[in-house]
C-alpha cells in the first residue's frame, strides 16, 4: 500500500484528499495514512471529524515525512510551503503542493529549483486547472486563433483572513495553463470588489476577472469563433489527485515547473497593482 503523508490541519482540502483516497478509494493501492499540522490546534476528537480514517497522527514533520512514501503539503499558508517543500525534497519523497504554490517567485523558483537538483516530482497548485473540460478548451486553443481569453472566478480582495491569493491563484494558474508563462506585461483595474487584469501576451491577451456574483469558473474564447464555458468545480479535487497518482506512478511532472513559478510572480503582480490603486 502507497502510504501518503499530509502536512496541515486548516481548511478542507485535507478532509477532501482523505476522503477521496480512503472513504470512496478511487485509486487502488494509495492510502491518506498519515497526518501533521501545526498550523491549526486541533483536539483528537476534531482531527478525527475532519480527516477520514487515518493511520496516524504524526507529532514531528520529519516522522511524518520518513513514514510516508509521498507528502501533500496542505497549508493554506503559502509562505510555509517553502520550508516544509524542501524538507520533504531532500528527503527524497515526491510532493504535492497546495495552492497557492508559494507566495513570491523566489520561493517558487526555490522549491522547483531543489526538485530538479534532487531528481524529485512535484506536482500541485490549483486542482482546477486540471478540470476535464480544461483539455477540450486547450484543445480549441490549439486549432485556432483566439485574441482574448477571459478567465473568471470568485475571489474577495477585501477578504479579512487575507485570503484574496489563495483563491486568486486558480485564474492566474489557469492562464499559465491556457496561454502560457511568458506574459510581458500586466494592467489592473478595480470597481469595488470586482477585479479585473488584462495579462498581455505575444499572441494573445488573457483578462482575468475577480468578482463575488460567480460560483463556477467562467472561461470565454474571442476570435472568428467565440466560445463560453461555465466550469463544474465538483470534480477539481478528484482531477487533481487522478494527476497526482499519475506522476507517483510514472515519476513525470505533469505541469512544467515554468508555470508554477509564473503564475506566482503573475499572481504577485496583479496583487501589487490591485493595492497600489486609489480606492
Not at 502507497?2 to 502536512?7: N, Q
Not at 504524526?58 to 515525512?65: G, N, W
Not at 512535484?122 to 486547450?138: A, N, Q, V
Not at 499559465?176 to 483595474?189: E, N, Q, R
Amino acid at each position: 500500500m502507497y502510504k501518503i503523508g499530509c502536512i496541515g490541519h486548516a481548511g478542507r482540502h485535507g478532509e477532501f484528499f482523505s476522503r477521496i483516497f480512503n472513504q470512496h478509494p478511487l485509486f487502488e493501492n494509495y492510502r491518506f495514512s498519515y497526518v501533521f499540522g501545526e498550523d491549526e490546534p486541533l483536539s483528537l476528537e476534531e482531527k478525527n471529524q475532519r480527516f477520514y480514517h487515518i493511520d496516524a497522527y504524526c507529532s514531528t514533520v520529519e516522522e511524518l515525512i520518513k513514514r510516508s512514501d509521498a507528502v501533500m503539503i496542505l497549508t493554506i499558508a503559502g509562505e510555509t510551503h517553502l520550508p516544509y517543500a524542501l524538507k520533504v525534497i531532500e528527503a527524497k519523497k515526491p510532493v504535492f503542493v497546495d495552492k497557492p504554490f508559494a507566495t513570491t517567485y523566489e520561493d517558487a523558483k526555490a522549491i522547483t529549483d531543489a526538485a530538479r537538483l534532487h531528481h524529485v516530482p512535484i506536482f500541485g497548485g490549483s486542482t482546477l486547472r486540471h478540470l476535464k473540460k480544461l483539455d477540450e478548451i486547450r484543445q480549441l486553443i490549439k486549432e485556432d486563433t483566439f485574441p482574448f481569453i477571459s478567465i473568471s472566478y470568485r475571489a474577495d480582495p477585501e477578504s479579512p483572513l487575507g485570503l484574496y491569493p489563495y483563491y486568486a491563484s486558480h485564474i492566474a494558474e489557469i492562464c499559465m495553463s491556457l496561454c502560457g508563462p511568458d506574459y510581458h506585461d500586466v494592467t489592473v483595474s478595480r470597481n469595488q470588489k470586482n477585479v479585473c487584469s488584462v495579462v498581455k501576451y505575444a499572441h494573445c491577451s488573457a483578462v482575468l476577472m475577480t468578482t463575488l456574483d460567480t460560483e463556477l469558473v467562467n472561461i470565454h474564447l474571442t476570435g472568428k469563433k467565440s466560445y463560453s464555458f461555465d466550469l463544474n468545480q465538483d470534480e477539481c479535487y478528484i482531477d487533481g489527485a487522478a494527476r497526482f497518482i499519475q506522476m507517483l506512478e510514472t515519476g513525470q511532472p505533469p505541469v512544467p515547473y515554468e508555470e508554477y513559478c509564473s503564475s506566482v510572480k503573475l499572481l504577485e503582480d496583479i496583487t501589487r497593482k490591485m493595492n497600489a490603486l486609489a480606492w
